[in-house]
Each structure stands twice: as structure tokens, then as C-alpha cells.
């Protein structure tokens, strides 16, 4: 993908077959540049500000191609120190809050500020709910391409940190509102086909321009400050996706219940993928209906709680089949530096006193057999489910288009006949 800038430069973007940015070239006037390179870990970390050149157009080359640069020889002699290769100051961390809005970058190198080490702040920036930056609480000393929501911004059409680019459409950060019509509009009538993230800008966040999906961010609105109860055992999933379920439950609900009726009530593409799957009513069925796995569904293991991802369902154990308990979460975990602890908030049942639905953080320690343990409870982390939300809403919005094609190639084959055999 290329971008062309009125700075007389343009950006090409290398991206991995699931469309994350591997790396971003410059052309400036007749050179080219290795530009930025994206740093991963589960997610993105930061970028590397490369900026270095790779071709440059000469003179006496008069072909239109570019030429490799003249190396540079460096002598060294035998005691000179080994030079890294990438010199401190080129990484730049991006360090986000919980709706994943870039607020704070920082360099790799450390300076010395009141006889001790600090950070290199190199960006920081609050924002408004719909996205723009608030004028005097924001700091650039180091241009960062990606803001809020973890997106690029766009600044060449409404000024600086005004227009965020995500995948399908573009947002308007000063109206709240995108360009282009939602590509899943049909399918949701009672939207605004331009509305961001519904509206709802503190709970929620846009998934990549389309709708506005997560059973933790329902669960976050419309679940906390309920009471423990087992008025549940709907007999079946389709009941916890009904309209009324909510009046029927009474504010009342047990833990795995707490989760099914999330999953039913936060998107109904993704609600009807599960049904069609038949997810189980019971916790100890689920854990094993994620262990089997499927297209869009899947287990994770304890050991791998690094992959954790907020919306996932966390299934932990006691004594007896009974005596476990499931919840959603609601953060990243948090390792220590030694690996052996970590830490999470999920949405759960049992919260405070009072034993409401609320927020509640979970520390596991990892005990000598390798067993992941709850340090409250003593419980044993059987392991977490994933429901892959972004892959089942583009197979649908694929799987639509497709749809629409047929659906058009079949009204214009009968306009065609009609034309061809008018009525008498």
C-alpha cells in the first residue's frame, strides 16, 4: 500500500499476510529510505525509527532506476568496542490505556536527570471521548504515527490528529462520525451508518471500522452491581439471545450464566456462530468444547496465559467438578519479572460483600509441579476460551458481499428477460 504526502515524500507500507505493518519505506525526492519497523510481542510494542537510506538516483544514472548508496568504510582497530545495530534512541514504546489509545511513547535510551535515570519521554497526549487530541496536554518531540485506538492518523486533511485511519473507513475525530457508510448497515437498521463505536466511546472500542463488538464490554454495561442467583438454566442458548431475557433474570445471575448471556447479547453474528456450534450450558462442557476447538473458537493452555487477550473466558477449579468457577476478562495479564505470578481483573460473580457482578483482579501463582494456582481461592487455572470475534465478523461481511454480487447479477439477468420479452 503506498501513501502519498504533500510534503513531497510518499510511505509504502509492507504488510504480513493478516495485514499488520511490517515495515514503512520513504521516498523523498530520489532516495529511498528503510523508514520505521513496527516492534511485536503479543500485540504491537513501538516502532523503530530507522530512517535509513537504501537507494538513492544519481546523477549519471539516467535510467529512472535507483542505485545502491556508496558504502562507507569504517576502519576499525582489534580493541575497538562492537557497535550495536540499532543505536540507542531508535526504538520508540508506545504505552496505551484500557481502551488501547496510545498515550505515552518512550525511547530506549535513558537519561540522567536529578542524580538518577529517567525515561525519554519522546510523545504524550490525552484525548477527547470521540478522539481528538486536548490542545496543552500533549507533548511531540517525536512524530508517532499511531494515536488513538492504537490507529494511524491521517494529518494532511483536517490538521494534526483529526482523522484516524482504521481498516475499512475513515473517523472524523471532531464530529464522532466516519466518512463512509458502515459495510454492515443492512444488517443493523436501528444504527446510525455512520455512528463510531455506537456511541459508545468509555466502555467500548471500534473493532477495525466495523461493529462495535466484545461480551466484556456488555457485560461492562449492563451486567456490574447484579446479585448472585442461579435463576438461570435456559435449557438453551437461542433463550439467553432473546429481548426479554434480561427482565426474566431479574438481576440475578450465576457465574457461568454471566458469560453465556454476554456472548448472546454483545453481537448477534457472533451469538449466532456460537449457537450453530452449539456451545454447551455448562461450564465443565465448555471448557471441553474449547479444548475440542473449531473454526472460530479455541483453548488456551495455562501456560500460554501470555496470549491472553481481554474478552477471553477464564474456567479455574476446585476440589470437585462443582466447585469451579468462569468469568470473562477484562485486562491483560500482568507477569512478574520472574514469570512465576501474574495478575488480571475479570468480570465476575462474587464480587465484594455483597457478592455482586463487578471487576475483580485474580493473582495465580505457579507452584513447583509447574500448576497454576489462584492465590485467594487455591483454586487450579484450568485454562481460558477464545472466541475469535473479528474472524467471524469478516468471514460474514465476506461471505455478504458475495451475496450482494448474486443478489445483483440476479436482478440485472431479470431486467435483461424483461427486456427481451416485454408484455403483450
Same mark, same amino acid.
Given at each position: ?21 511490517? !515495515?514503512?519505506?520513504? %521516498? ?11 516492534? *511485536? ?16 538516483? @544519481? ?5 529512472? +532506476?535507483?542505485? &545502491? ?47 538518577? +535515570? ?16 486536548? =490542545? ?19 494529518? =494532511? ?30 444488517? *443493523? ?6 455512528? +463510531? ?37 435456559? *435449557? ?12 426474566? &433474570? ?8 454471566? /458469560?453465556?448471556?454476554?456472548? !448472546?447479547?454483545?453481537?448477534?453474528? /457472533? ?48 476440589? !470437585? ?34 457478592? %455482586? ?5 485474580? @493473582? ?8 497454576? /494456582? ?51
Amino acid at each position: 500500500m503506498e501513501k502519498e504526502y504533500t510534503g513531497h515524500y510518499k510511505d509504502i507500507y509492507l504488510r504480513d499476510p493478516q495485514g499488520n505493518v511490517m !515495515a514503512v519505506y520513504r %521516498i523523498r525526492k530520489d532516495s529511498l529510505y528503510l523508514y520505521e519497523i513496527p516492534l *511485536y510481542g503479543i500485540s504491537r510494542l513501538g516502532v523503530i525509527k530507522e530512517n535509513k537510506l537504501l537507494k538513492v538516483k @544519481t546523477a549519471q544514472n539516467n535510467t529512472g +532506476f535507483m542505485s &545502491l548508496p556508496i558504502p562507507v568504510n569504517i576502519a576499525l582497530s582489534k580493541n575497538a568496542l562492537k557497535q550495536s545495530i540499532y543505536p540507542l534512541g531508535k526504538k520508540h514504546y508506545e504505552t496505551t490505556d484500557w481502551l488501547g489509545n496510545v498515550r505515552v511513547t518512550y525511547t530506549d535510551k535513558k537519561s540522567w536527570q536529578q542524580n538518577k +535515570f529517567a525515561l525519554n519521554v519522546s510523545s504524550s497526549q490525552d484525548y477527547y471521548p470521540f478522539g481528538s487530541v486536548m =490542545e496543552g496536554r500533549d507533548l511531540e518531540i517525536t512524530n508517532y504515527r499511531f494515536g488513538f485506538q492504537g490507529q494511524e492518523g491521517d494529518d =494532511e486533511v483536517y490538521g494534526k490528529n483529526n482523522l484516524w485511519a482504521y481498516k475499512y473507513r475513515l473517523h472524523d475525530a471532531r464530529l464522532g462520525r466516519f466518512f463512509s457508510v458502515d459495510p454492515l448497515a443492512d444488517k *443493523y437498521p436501528y444504527n446510525s451508518v455512520y455512528a +463510531f463505536s455506537e456511541n459508545r466511546v468509555i466502555d467500548g472500542v471500534e473493532l477495525e471500522g466495523l461493529e462495535y463488538v466484545s461480551a466484556a464490554n456488555w457485560a461492562n454495561s449492563n451486567l456490574i452491581g447484579w446479585h448472585f442467583g442461579t435463576r438461570g438454566w435456559y *435449557y438453551s442458548f437461542s433463550n439467553y439471545r432473546k429481548k426479554n431475557i434480561i427482565e426474566k &433474570l431479574n438481576n440475578e445471575i450465576y457465574c457461568y450464566e454471566s /458469560v453465556l448471556l454476554s456472548m !448472546a447479547q454483545g453481537n448477534k453474528i /457472533v451469538a449466532e456462530y456460537l449457537q450453530r456450534n452449539n456451545i454447551p450450558l455448562s461450564r465443565v462442557d465448555a471448557v471441553n468444547w474449547f479444548k475440542k476447538g473449531g473454526k472460530y473458537h479455541k483453548f488456551i493452555k495455562p501456560t500460554e496465559a501470555y496470549k491472553v487477550k481481554k474478552g477471553d473466558i477464564l474456567f479455574k477449579g476446585g476440589f !470437585a467438578a462443582w466447585a469451579g468457577h468462569a468469568a470473562i476478562v477484562n485486562s491483560d495479564p500482568i507477569f512478574s519479572n520472574d514469570g512465576k505470578e501474574f495478575t488480571l481483573e475479570v468480570l465476575s460473580t462474587n464480587v465484594g460483600e455483597d457478592n %455482586i457482578f463487578g471487576v475483580k483482579k485474580y @493473582t495465580f501463582i505457579q507452584s513447583e509441579d509447574g500448576e497454576w /494456582v489462584e492465590k485467594a481461592s487455591g483454586q487450579l487455572l484450568i485454562g481460558f476460551g477464545r472466541i475469535d470475534e473479528k474472524g467471524i465478523m469478516k468471514e460474514y461481511q465476506e461471505s455478504n458481499k458475495d451475496n450482494d454480487n448474486l443478489e445483483s447479477q440476479s436482478q440485472e439477468n431479470n431486467v435483461r428477460e424483461n427486456e427481451n420479452n416485454p408484455e403483450e
